[in-house]
T-cell receptor, first 115, second 112 residues
Framework: DTGVSQDPRHKITKRGQNVTFRCDPI?????LYWYRQTLGQGPEFLTYFQNEAQLEKSRLLSDRFSAERPKGSFSTLEIQRTEQGDSAMYLC?????????????FGSGTRLTVV | EDKVVQSPLSLVVHEGDTVTLNCSYEVTNFRSLLWYKQEKKAPTFLFMLTSSGIEKKSGRLSSILDKKELSSILNITATQTGDSAIYLC????????????FGTGTRLQVTL
């Protein structure tokens, strides 16, 4: 396992539908982060897990968003009742510990388009 | 709320030129500043800076932090077309999440 994998790479959905994204972090990494990036902006923090515990959520994460990391391995991010404003790139990142010695490792992202 | 401002927003240079990208920040409890390169999808890590005045170098890229001025610069010498990308600056505070606050990035285009 050489990197962070995200699936799907692209998702087009109709407004009001639910979508779920998956992230597989680097296997030995205990921390997992979700970020959202819209066009022309830098990534914005959504939430983070240490092992299976979700320890912090941004206020950007409305009640339509939920994230899980069962067993501290892969993570899923679900968006219910999607809105056009949810269209963005959803990036997952993982790190061993704080990741502040060599940065996080980001996945390639899932690009969501809500039509 | 932590804030990162990058300048310029975009830059077009000729191959072989030297460029300097700027990053300024406001953060409540500063831990570190990081630079990433984003070409198509995943941001890739370049540097992490914690101490003022100590230059980090990797090949033609270098970066330095000025904690007094709350800023950092990223220099790229002898630019190549492969350097074309968005360069993102981010800061981490001392909170346990180690979450990053990113700037909007500088889009660099290197032409022949």
């Amino acid at each position: 396992d050489t990197g962070v994998s995200q699936d799907p790479r692209h998702k087009i959905t109709k407004r009001g539908q639910n979508v779920t994204f998956r992230c597989d972090p680097i296997s030995e990494h205990n921390r997992l982060y979700w970020y959202r990036q819209t066009l022309g902006q830098g990534p914005e923090f959504l939430t983070y897990f240490q092992n299976e515990a979700q320890l912090e959520k941004s206020r950007l994460l409305s009640d339509r968003f939920s994230a899980e990391r069962p067993k501290g391995s892969f993570s899923t991010l679900e968006i219910q009742r999607t809105e056009q404003g949810d269209s963005a790139m959803y990036l997952c990142a993982s790190s061993l510990g704080t990741g502040l010695f060599n940065g996080y490792t980001f996945g390639s992202g899932t690009r969501l388009t809500v039509v | 709320e932590d804030k990162v401002v990058q300048s310029p927003l975009s830059l077009v240079v000729h191959e072989g030129d030297t460029v300097t990208l700027n990053c300024s920040y406001e953060v409540t409890n500063f831990r570190s500043l990081l630079w990433y390169k984003q070409e198509k999808k995943a941001p890739t890590f370049l540097f992490m800076l914690t101490s003022s005045g100590i230059e980090k170098k990797s090949g033609r890229l270098s970066s330095i932090l000025d904690k007094k001025e709350l800023s950092s610069i990223l220099n790229i010498t002898a630019t190549q077309t492969g350097d074309s990308a968005i360069y993102l600056c981010a800061v981490a505070n001392t909170g346990t999440a180690s979450k990053l606050t990113f700037g909007t990035g500088t889009r660099l285009q290197v032409t022949l």
